[in-house]
């Protein structure tokens, strides 16, 4: 669809709203930012999302020893699961993407270990851990210094090395 | 005797051979009885033994078994199964392959859907599960399964494909796997459910939203960012897989389906729908499904699955048993619309003919295509390369190495060097029949 297609529908969609719901089923229940709250665990790379809290990596060392390292290896090296620190200067073919040189957002690895880690108890972290463990990865990976303190107004302005790597394939489909 | 069939060959007035190495007209195969039958004739002489005398079979002489409540494949199938890479179901990503070598036709039954699951498969409480839509939009809802069912549904028939499908043909060296394990992750169904639009006329849009965050409700809780423009295209809510409720690896009980794009962010067990002005550049779409380039660069928001085919027989592990005619025959799919046409070789890529396709055609669908052969019993490589109505098609593996690079060393036939890899797959058949990948 092309963006004159999209806004003008999107426009139709605006107007509609409120104008023809009678005539659909209309059988959404309205949901408060309050219900929602546990569920509502997006982190954007301007950093909307991101939790109250803060954290670093000597906080987070000894959390990743405990909760991390039996999957990725004792010092991030990678085992059953994929390697978080070092890794070869650049990706190719053959492996090796890494935070360190593949990341375009910090705020990535905040969300995901948020809703995904630890692999077998996700969302058992407290923000605060998020954060440490954040914090201690940015760090071992040389991206951060070792005392830098992550949080809601920190995290976001991480600027991490590969950020320009990137080409979109089909900038006409967005 | 191959000799001196190879010879009576050249002789055959019956024969209308389009290109070389054996490929018969397709028109041979649409009706036109009077083609295949002169065709099959001539095998038919070489081949044919006298039948035996028949006889009534044990299961002609007593009564069968009660008719089951959900009826499975008979026990002579139990060999036409997914292959699966995580039986034990360790802590890391889990993968069933389509057997295409042993299906025909277009749908791919339930069970042999792949599917790829980032935390095992999950147990959802239908009447428990919500989908909630919110962020940019005008009114924040909540719908509940019982709700969605009585909102107008529409059926479509689409493919779902892994952007990690055929992943080891970016591998240096031709890997010798089958067809399953080199495509399998791609599989096509019959998908019902409420066009993601219907929802989002009830909560409307801010004119500010460009995007939609999606999100399942399995333990990764996986989340993918999709263009607005896609959701109000053509993105469903699917609940129904081939009449049935959708299968506990296809997301159960609903799923996002985007025809045409990337399997992943197809996101299942869907439980929430977030209208952006931004992408939320989550773990897949910053990391995995971002796809390495020779210059160094990545390819991202790749989305689209670009026109594509595979014979899946002949194919490796299906040996032919003697020289004679064979129906070469695969399935051919476009995330960008309906298949135009798909061209057959039988000498790699020397010449070229033009194969049936099956009806329906269908837009984002898997389609049939057909092509009668004559094995001389002599080497061959079969190759399928499709058109879509766009005018795209596939090209050559050497092309799409070009561009896109291969592997310095051969890689685990489980591994995914890269993704989106749409170039032509080859199956070179030897004297003795058997079928090996190779590349040309």
């Known amino acids: 669809m092309s963006m004159c297609r999209l806004l003008a529908l999107a426009a139709l969609l605006a107007f509609a709203a409120g104008n023809t719901a009678a005539e659909s089923p209309n059988l959404g229940k309205p949901i408060s930012p309050s219900d929602l709250k546990a569920w509502d665990i997006f982190v954007m790379p301007d950093g909307t999302g991101l939790p109250p809290g803060s954290g670093t990596a000597a906080q987070g060392a000894p959390i990743f020893k405990q909760k991390c390292a039996p999957c990725h290896g004792e010092n991030g090296e990678g085992g059953i699961a994929g390697q978080l620190i070092g890794g070869p200067p650049r990706a190719t073919l053959d492996g090796g993407k890494t935070i360190a040189n593949f990341y375009p957002y910090a705020t990535t690895i905040f969300d995901y270990v948020r809703r995904a880690m630890p692999y077998t108890q996700p969302r058992s972290l407290t923000d605060a851990e998020v954060y440490a463990l954040t914090a201690f990865l940015l760090a071992r990976n040389k991206i951060i210094g070792e005392t830098d303190s992550m949080d809601a107004q920190t995290l976001p302005k991480v600027k991490m090395p590969n950020r320009d790597g990137f080409i979109t394939r089909f900038p006409d489909r967005i | ?440």
């Open chain 2, 1 to 440: 005797m191959r000799n001196k069939h190879r010879n009576a060959v050249g002789k055959s007035p019956r024969h209308e051979f389009v290109a070389g190495n054996g490929l018969i007209d397709r028109r041979a195969l649409l009706g036109s009885g009077a083609a295949l039958a002169g065709a099959l004739g001539s095998a038919g002489a070489l081949t044919s033994a006298a039948a035996e005398p028949l006889a009534d079979g044990p299961w002609s002489l007593e009564v069968g078994a009660a008719i089951p409540p959900y009826q499975v494949p008979s026990p002579f199938e139990t060999s036409v199964v997914r292959t699966v890479d995580n039986p034990n179901n360790e802590p890391r990503n889990s993968r069933a392959r389509t057997p295409h070598h042993l299906l025909k036709g277009i749908i791919t039954p339930n069970g042999l859907h792949f599917t790829i699951c980032h935390g095992g498969v999950p147990n959802i409480d239908p009447a428990q599960h919500r989908l909630v839509i919110h962020g940019l939009v005008k009114r924040p809802l909540e719908f509940t399964l019982e709700a969605l069912e009585r909102y107008p549904m529409v059926s479509r028939v689409g493919f779902v494909e892994c952007g990690g499908n055929s992943a080891p043909l970016f591998s240096n060296v031709a890997l010798q796997e089958n067809v399953q394990a080199l495509h399998g992750l791609a599989s096509c169904s019959e998908w019902t459910g409420v066009l993601l639009s219907t929802l989002l006329e009830e909560t409307g849009i801010d004119p500010k939203a460009k995007w939609m965050i999606a999100e399942g409700a399995d333990s990764p809780h996986l989340s993918r960012s999709v263009p607005l423009a896609k959701g109000l295209d053509d993105a469903m809510v699917a609940m129904y897989q081939n009449g049935e409720r959708i299968q506990p690896g296809q997301g159960y009980p609903m799923r996002l389906w985007l025809p045409g794009y990337e399997g992943n962010m197809n996101v299942k067990f869907l439980r929430r729908i977030m209208l952006a002005e931004e992408p939320a550049m989550t773990y897949y779409e910053s990391r995995t499904y971002a796809q390495i380039l020779p210059n160094g660069k990545a390819y991202r928001f790749y989305f689209l699955q670009e026109v594509k085919s595979f014979i899946s027989r002949p194919s490796p592990g299906l040996t032919l048993k003697e020289p004679g005619i064979y129906e070469i025959t695969g399935v051919a799919y476009s995330g960008t619309g309906r298949i135009a046409r798909v061209m057959v070789s039988a000498d790699g890529g020397k010449s070229w003919a033009q194969a049936a396709l099956q009806e329906p055609v269908l837009p984002k669908a898997f389609t049939r295509f057909r092509m009668p052969w004559r094995w001389d019993g002599g080497p061959a490589v079969l190759q399928s390369r499709a058109f879509d109505e766009a005018g795209n098609f596939q090209p050559t593996r050497a092309e799409f190495v070009a561009a896109r690079g291969e592997t310095s060393k051969p890689t685990s036939v489980l591994g995914f060097p890269s993704q989106h890899f749409n170039a032509i797959t080859s199956w070179a058949v030897d004297p003795k029949g058997e079928v090996k990948h190779v590349y040309v």
